[in-house]
Every structure is written in C-alpha cells, then in structure tokens.
C-alpha cells in the first residue's frame, strides 16, 4: 500500500512569513496527527485529528499555527507568521489501529 | 502517561544481537509499550508493541520484565541498516489517549562493520 503522503520537502522562508504542509495519509486510516520535530529532539504532537474531528490539539500553538481535515482524507497545517524558533521538520502520521502509526518523510522548514 | 528512560547511546558489531534497555517504573496497567525507531532524514518507523507479555515479529522481539517496569527491544542480528535512534514509549490505547505518542530522546544505536 502506499505510504503517508507530505508536500513539500523543503521549505525556505523568511520570519513573519506564511507556510502551509500538506499530507496524504494512508488510504483507509481514519486517524492523523501532525508532529513537529526540533533537531536533536524526539518529535512532538501538534494535533490529533479522528476522521475530521480534532480529538488533541493541546500542543498547537494556536496564535499563529492552524490545521484541518476536510472530508476526513487530506490535511493542511499552516504557520502564520513564521517565527524562527518554528524551524523545524513537520511530520504527518496516520493509523488504523492501536498506535501502529505510519509516518510520511516530513517537510523540513528553515525559517529565516 | 509514564515516562521511559533510555541510554542516550549503544553500539553493536553488525551480526551480532543488539539489546535496547528501556525503564519505564511508572507504568499503569493499561499501558502498553511501544517501540520505534527513526533512520536519519526519515520519518519514525514502527517496530513492535506489547502489554505484558513478550512479543515477537518480524523485525525484533520485546521482553517486558514480570513487574511492567523496564523492558527491552532485541534486534537479534543487526544490520549497517539498523543504525537509527529507537524510541520507547508508553501510551494507553482506547478514550482520548488513543494514538497519543509522547517522543522522548530516544537511544542512538549505531552498528559497526
């Protein structure tokens, strides 16, 4: 089966800027998370989505950091403005079941 | 959810039986342990999870000691491929904790020729 889906790889921007991430999760995966990880840290959760619906958003900087799930399959994250502690590699998720999560390659930002 | 603590680092000759410890003397009854590991430039990977008893599949096997308090993931033959940081972690499964990961620093495994 196909993997997890992001877009873009890299992403170079300058602070006070907006970005947005795109994810494809796995075909049939009702639940999706979106991760930010520091270098040198263990990735964090930003927010949890089960089909649509946020069930964990606790960690998401709400002031400048928004995401969505339309129709359940597809999810965007945006930063908006950019700062540059945000530099970072973002990772999209998904899972069927348990907490088997299958990760996506991840979209490494560099804020100026 | 509990939290794990693991050696920053290990080595291993390639060939040879690779054991990650992990201590996790906080955990609750409904929380299973769980294994990943993440190849540098790429996204986490899953290996294995279990609740009480050891689990074995293709890729490793996990020994959870009697009292749930510490446990350890077995590469039994591990590769140059094998070179990644592997993540313990303790998660309950089921309510509004479902699916929730919480990363810590993990080990760096690296495996010599």
């Known amino acids: 089966e196909a993997g997890v889906a992001q877009s873009p790889r890299y992403k170079i921007i300058e602070k006070r800027q907006s970005v947005a991430f795109w994810c494809n999760p796995i075909?049939?995966?009702?639940?999706l998370y979106w991760y930010q990880q520091i270098l040198g840290q263990g990735p964090k959760l930003l927010i949890q989505f089960q089909n649509n619906g946020v069930v964990d958003d606790s960690q998401l900087p709400k002031d400048r950091f928004s995401a969505e799930r339309l129709k359940g399959v597809d999810s965007t994250l945006k930063i908006q403005p950019a700062k540059l502690e945000d530099s970072a590699v973002y990772l999209c998720?998904?899972?069927?079941?348990?907490?088997?999560?299958?990760f996506g390659p991840g979209t490494r930002l560099t804020v100026l | 959810d509990a939290k794990t603590t693991q050696p920053t680092s290990m080595d291993c000759a390639e060939g040879r039986a690779a054991n990650l410890p992990c201590n996790h003397s906080t955990i609750s009854g409904n929380e299973y342990v769980y294994w990943y590991r993440q190849i540098h430039s790429q996204g986490p990977q899953y290996i294995i999870h279990?609740?009480?008893n050891n689990e074995t599949n293709e890729m490793a096997s996990l020994i959870i000691t009697e009292d749930r308090k510490s446990s350890t993931l077995i590469l039994p033959h591990a590769t140059l491929r094998d070179t990644a940081v592997y993540y313990c972690i303790v998660s309950k499964a089921g309510g509004t904790s479902y699916g929730k990961l919480t990363f810590g620093q993990g080990t760096i495994l690296t495996v010599h020729p």
């Open positions: 075909s049939g995966h009702a639940t």
């Open positions: 279990g609740l009480k």
């Open positions: 998720a998904s899972s069927r079941k348990d907490n088997e999560q299958f």
